[in-house]
């Protein structure tokens, strides 16, 4: 079979498996945040944690529990790495340094997984397990709480009521994240992914040499890496690395993984909002960025122009040679498309335009589907500013599912619009303007902007894949980062929240002959569009300087 009927294949099977599970999970999902019924697990936790699970927040109290909860948790987790070596199971390590402890920290927080480090070398199995792990189920978690609360206040109507987010947040781990990850993981042990608490052991290599070989519980956080759209990895390689990710099975699994509940949401946010065409809608739009986004790196990659691109066939650099240039491309694709960031090929190698384009993916916003959650209310949030345009076209006050989009509306839009580009043009050009942060750089020129770019971009993004050339272990990344991905998490909540509260608060306008359908595919082509040019319009100067740059030379 040869290498384009082999890729087109597993395009094939991935888009299949997603359409199987779409409707299923979607309306299980649904049912999750909808049910009045509490499991004795729930309950349990309930009671330790002192928190009524009748009570329905107001969208600042849902906020302050989201703030105070996240900010315990990057506590906790600090303290954790900074006293690594008093914990069991240390294998040795030591603490973290001040600046890496408090990046590693706000970075598993914050659903991003950015590693400024090589885990098998640096974190022992109880930092990565009661660390790193519980982190990828809880803030995936949390990102699914605000998705679900923006659709209550989009339902519901004269109120300022959006939930109990201690339940959503339980519901989330227990209902939906911890069962799909137990029988996944399964499947990659399966696989050929490792799952153990060996030591480390020295074995001789061919040439003689001794080489000591980490094994670990990764199976176990291999998966919810993916299905949580966290990111990172077990090993420094990532996703490339053959316990990880052993065969081109497991590497499919992986990418279904990581797409699974962004797109099934779209089915859950039709069901909850009695309009299933909604959804359909939503989901549409996600499918158009992403496939275009997916012929684009594909083809930059297996089209290259260049001397040695051309005698081989593609652009085999920097990709791991267990999976050929499709898979690299597709899985590439799909983890900057959401807000992944595992790896299993070096994007730093792609090709100019190829490695442009999985920027370009972070700087839409994640929404190509995006993470668990992140994805859903972000294509939310752009959708009413599409109304908002096409309001302004036709003189008409724009509506969304019958909520009225006003000057206070859309100033939360803009402003939630705004968050990331500022993380990440003010963190990158601060790291370009200094001889010892340009220091950390591996290229200079065009190569070596796309490097601090696509940091910023990754962390701005909560995504956590990197251009492998920046040396990002220094105080002033692991600051710098940290403070991205802090700005990118919780300024988008804070607006979105309060946007939720707003709608709530509101009762629904009656659909008249003037109301602009937003199911139909005028929309959806307006919709995607209006993903785009936003991002166009702000990253394009930055862009046309670092990858542009790199792919006309």
Known sequence: MSATAAGLLQILLLLVLLAVVWKPLGDYMARVFTSTRHLAAERAFYRVARVDPEADQRWSTYLLSVLGFSAASVLFLYAMLRLQDRLPMSLGFTGLTPDLAFNTATSFTTNTNWQSYAGESTLGHTAQMAGLAVQNFVSAAVGLTIAIALIRGLTRRGTDRLGNFWVDLTRAVIRILLPIAFVFALVLVAGGVIQNFSSPEEISTLSGATQSIVGGPVASQ??????????????????????????????????????????????????????????????????????????????????????????????????????????????????????????NSMHASYTGAGGGMVMLNMMLGEVSPGGVGTGLYGMVVLAILAVFLAGLMVGRTPEYLGKKIGRYEITLVALNILAMPFALL????????????????????????????????????????????????????????????????????????????????????????????????????????????????????????????????
């Open 426 to 553: 003010i963190g990158a050009a601060i790291a370009a303007s200094f001889d010892s942060t340009r220091a950390s750089l591996l290229s200079d020129g065009p190569q070596g902007l796309s490097e601090i770019l696509y940091a910023f971009a990754s962390g701005a993004n909560n995504n956590g894949s990197a251009f492998a050339g920046l040396s990002a272990n220094v105080p002033y990344y692991n600051t710098a980062l940290g403070l991205a991905m802090l700005i990118g998490r919780f300024v988008p909540i804070v607006l979105v929240l309060a946007l939720a509260g707003s709608l709530a608060r509101q009762t629904p306008t009656p659909v008249t002959a003037g109301t602009l359908p937003t199911h139909r595919p005028l929309f959806v082509g307006l919709h995607s569009a209006t993903v785009v040019i936003v991002a166009g319009l702000t990253f394009f100067p930055a862009l046309a300087l670092a990858p542009i740059a790199v792919a006309l030379t």
């Open 222 to 343: 291999e998966v919810i890496k993916e299905l949580g759209t966290n990111g990172g990895g077990f090993f420094n390689a990532n996703s490339s690395h053959p316990f990880e990710n052993p065969n081109a099975f497991t590497n499919l699994i992986e990418i279904f993984l990581l797409l699974v509940i962004p797109v099934s949401l779209t089915r859950t946010y039709g069901v909850l909002v009695k309009d299933k065409r909604q959804g359909y809608a939503v989901l549409a739009a996600m499918a158009v960025l992403w496939g275009g986004a997916l012929v684009a790196v594909t083809a930059a990659e297996v089209n290259h122009p260049g001397t040695v691109p051309q005698a081989v066939g593609a652009s085999v650099e920097g990709k791991e040679v267990r999976f050929d240039v499709w898979a690299s491309a597709l899985f590439a694709n799909s983890t900057t498309g959401t807000s992944t960031g595992a790896v």
